[in-house]
């Protein structure tokens, strides 16, 4: 059974950075970072391969957000630098139990997290 627990959101500035944690116990392929802001679907953000060589990443974070992951430490996480206020969301840590590719479709993880809040705001 694959347990996610996310961890790290907090209020920030614009251009700040943040770095959130999932720990993800017996999560050993494909996983990814969701959010969702108010209002708002559910987003897909980043997405890591099983081995963690291979990533994808949303658009609106590409070149600002890392995504890796510590299969020793059995934890995923998301760097996020300069920070903007678009990027205030819940953010959702998921593995797949079927697949160890990247992929930013929601339906192809088996597992979430109950989220993290990251407000960015001045």
């Known amino acids: 059974q694959v347990h996610l627990v996310e961890s790290g959101g907090r209020l920030v500035h614009p251009g700040d950075s943040l770095k959130l944690s999932c720990a993800a116990a017996?999560?050993?392929?494909?996983m990814a970072w969701f959010r969702q802001a108010p209002g708002k679907e559910r987003e897909f953000v980043a997405s890591?391969?099983?081995?963690?060589?291979?990533?994808e990443y949303a658009d609106s974070v590409k070149g600002r957000f890392t995504i890796s992951r510590d299969h020793a430490e059995s934890t995923l996480f998301l760097q996020m630098d300069s920070l903007k206020s678009d990027d205030t969301a819940r953010y959702f840590c998921?593995?797949?139990?079927?697949?160890?590719?990247?992929?930013?479709?929601?339906?192809?993880?088996?597992?979430w997290g109950q989220g993290t809040q990251v407000t960015v705001s001045s």
């Open positions: 890591i391969s099983r081995s963690g060589q291979s990533t």
């Open positions: 017996n999560a050993k392929l494909a």
């Open positions: 998921a593995a797949s139990a079927r697949y160890g590719l990247t992929t930013s479709r929601a339906d192809y993880y088996d597992y």
